[in-house]
């Protein structure tokens, strides 16, 4: 982290002199929860869908982020060796982040996705140089004809029927990495939302949308099973709960999430959205159920447990009030429901979900190795 970045980026000696308090504390909070990294034998995976970042202008009347937002932000990116991003729309947030990140740290992102309903986002990767090696091979996600959303068959007129129907309203992006003994693609997605009606069109694509990715990830991690390499599907999937047929959709086709990462992942913590799913063996990820497990811990990070409390709305009075939404409204409305809104859009409406992963295999490759030689 470059924090003498705080003197260039943050002027005004009393909003410095906030940031920094607020970052001690959650300096504090993130040691205290998140295990430390170590050189070898373990990966810190992460998923974080950050609230429209890199959306410029005054959306919603919240307007753009400040200064310290990025450092917040950036702190908590900083204690994980790789993280899916989610909600990427320019890149000028991204690389301010980044520059505070340091030099020890990469990214990876699509291409604006102009599908209808895509919001021009992109999908990102942020890793840890030192422990993290990027393996060249990235790619996003087309669906063949026959597993189309929304599938129809047409008559083309000449006696002949084709496929019919749409892509993922946000291409699925893979990228291949290894970290010590372990070799993994990671694919992250952002799943069309559509609406909460059961009965409706629109949770049925959500829900096919979630069908498909699995479907289509499952016969590749089978190959990369082969190949002692795993797979990993994360992100947001814009999950009821565990027991839904939006969970359904991901587990029908052999994915498996683990009890330890089955947590409500917004910040009013009452969905599930955000889900990291592995479809592997033990000799390729070792994962462990329980969430007192010595090598293996897992959980979502409560980002406004020290930053942007409520008990610091006042704090914030000036920002909020060069907002656009907050025309007309007196302060104690400002410190009350806007505050809570307007802070989301200044560190995220999610948090981030992480699980802790060994990846040292080397007994396990001598075993192996043992085995074959003795056949």
Not at 45 to 53: E, G, K, S, V, Y
Not at 144 to 156: A, E, G, N, W, Y
Not at 333 to 340: C, P
Request: proline share 2%; charged share 35%; aromatic share 10%.
């Amino acid at each position: 982290m470059m924090y003498y970045l705080l003197k260039r980026l943050i002027r005004p000696r009393d909003e410095r002199e906030r940031a920094v308090k607020n970052l001690i504390a959650l300096r504090k909070q993130l040691d205290r929860e998140i295990p430390g990294k170590d050189l070898g034998g373990h990966l810190l995976l992460a998923t974080w869908n950050i609230r429209d970042f890199g959306r410029t202008g005054n959306r919603w009347g919240y307007g753009k982020r400040i200064r310290e937002s990025h450092f917040y932000i950036a702190e908590v990116l900083s204690r994980f060796d790789v993280v899916a991003v989610q909600e990427v729309n320019k890149l000028d947030e991204l690389e301010t982040v980044m520059e505070i990140l340091g030099p020890d740290y990469e990214y990876i992102a699509t291409d604006r996705d102009t599908n209808v309903g895509a919001n021009d986002e992109r999908m990102a990767f942020i890793w840890d140089k030192r422990k993290v090696r990027f393996q060249h091979i990235a790619g996003e996600i087309v669906l063949p004809d026959s597993m189309l959303i929304s599938k129809v068959r047409l008559d083309t007129g000449s006696g002949k029927k084709v496929n019919a129907g749409k892509q993922f309203r946000r291409s699925p992006f893979v990228v291949t990495f290894q970290s010590g003994w372990l070799k993994f693609d990671l694919c992250t997605v952002h799943i069309y939302y559509g609406d909460d009606d059961e009965d409706s069109e629109k949770l049925q694509e959500r829900v096919e949308e979630i069908d498909r990715i699995a479907k289509w990830l499952s016969k590749r991690a089978d190959k990369d099973l082969k190949d002692n390499k795993a797979l990993i599907l994360l992100g947001d999937f814009n999950i009821v709960n565990p027991n839904h047929k939006t969970m359904d959709a991901l587990l029908d086709s052999g994915f498996t999430v683990p009890e330890v990462l089955r947590k409500r992942s917004n910040v009013k913590s009452d969905m599930y959205y955000d889900q990291i799913a592995f479809k592997t063996d033990s000799l390729t990820i070792d994962y462990i159920e329980a969430a007192s497990a010595e090598d293996t811990v897992a959980g979502v990070f409560n980002i406004f447990q020290n930053v942007m409390k409520p008990s610091q709305a006042g704090d914030y009075l000036e920002e909020m009030k060069e907002t656009t939404g907050a025309a007309g409204k007196t302060d104690d409305e400002l410190k009350g429901a806007y505050f809570k809104k307007w802070r989301t859009y200044q560190f995220s409406d999610h948090m981030p979900l992480w699980v802790r992963l060994r990846t040292d295999s080397s007994e396990a490759y001598l075993k192996r190795m043992q085995e074959d030689l003795t056949d």
